[in-house]
């Protein structure tokens, strides 16, 4: 297992915040799925160091996978 750093900044106005929730667009799940595309590695779970809610942007927020 390998722990990779990213420091992401978003514009959230059309996510319904950051943690996953199956129906809803959310800054998590978006995130993980474009690793994934990249990478080809199914099991992507993202951990950062704080979330936001619905339509918050976010400068320079770490998280790691």
């Given at each position: ?38 990478t ?5 779970e ?5 979330r ?10 770490s998280?790691?996978?």
């Amino acid at each position: 297992m390998r722990n990779i750093k990213l420091t992401i900044e978003y514009d959230g106005k059309e996510f319904n915040g950051w943690q996953k929730q199956p129906t809803k667009l959310n800054i998590q799940g978006t995130i993980e799925q474009a690793i994934k595309s990249i990478t080809g590695e199914e099991n992507i779970e993202l951990n950062a160091s704080g979330r936001t809610d619905a339509g918050v942007h976010a400068i320079r927020t770490s998280c790691k996978f």
